[in-house]
Structures are given as C-alpha cells and as structure tokens.
Nanobody, 123 residues
Framework: QAQLVESGGGSVQAGGSLRLSCAASGPPSSTYCMAWFRQTPGKEREGVASIFTRAGITAYGDSVRGRFTISQDNAKKTLYLQMNSLKPEDTAMYYC????????????????WGRGTQVSVSS
C-alpha cells in the first residue's frame, strides 16, 4: 500500500505561487497513477492534476490548466504541484492520491490518500 504525506501548503496573495510536495512510500505498483485533488467545505472533491508515473504523462482540470504543473522526482519518490497565478478560488485543502491501475487522467478510483495540506489565497 502507498503512504502519502503532503507538505507545502500555506497562505499567499492572489497572483502568487506555491509548490506542494507529496512524499510517497510503498511498492511502486501502488503509485501507477498519482494525482492532486482539492476540496472546500460543502463542495465535491475536484481532480486538479494527474500523472502516469511510468511515462510522465500529465493531465489537468480545466480550472487549473496553464497555471498549475504536476511533476515527479522518481529518485526522491516525491510528487509536486507547482501552482502559479493563484486565485482566491484556488483556496482549498489539497490532497495527494494514488492508484494502482486504470487511466490516470480519469479522476476516479484513486484509493490511496494523504491527509491534505491547506492552501489559502487572499484577494
């Protein structure tokens, strides 16, 4: 089973940047796909970005495409989310997730989750 630990959240003004990190442990098979999700109270969890770890193929949600970049450091077993041009509507708890199979760009059936890191963007 994958174990995921996020870090890097914080408070920033609109237009600023943050980089989230997700340290992964466990068998490589458990992180076939990795992704970032976010959620605010009262709203459904939203898939932000995903990566097919074997080939580095990425996908993004419409609301973040062009502003956020997902990447990985295989040697460090770490997933990143570089967030630029942040907006107040990006405020949310951000979660790192992984799954063992399937289409990574489909933000369903992710079964390993971190505890999340809070991102707050002020106007």
């Amino acid at each position: 089973q994958a174990q995921l630990v996020e870090s890097g959240g914080g408070s920033v003004q609109a237009g600023g940047s943050l980089r989230l990190s997700c340290a992964a442990s466990g068998p490589p098979s458990s992180t076939y796909c990795m992704a970032w999700f976010r959620q605010t109270p009262g709203k459904e969890r939203e898939g932000v970005a995903s990566i097919f770890t074997r080939a580095g193929i990425t996908a993004y949600g419409d609301s973040v495409r062009g502003r956020f970049t997902i990447s990985q450091d295989n040697a460090k077993k770490t997933l990143y989310l570089q967030m630029n041009s942040l907006k107040p509507e990006d405020t949310a708890m951000y979660y790192c997730a992984a799954k063992e199979s399937g289409l990574c760009a489909i933000f369903t059936q992710y079964n390993y989750w971190g505890r999340g890191t809070q991102v707050s963007v002020s106007s």
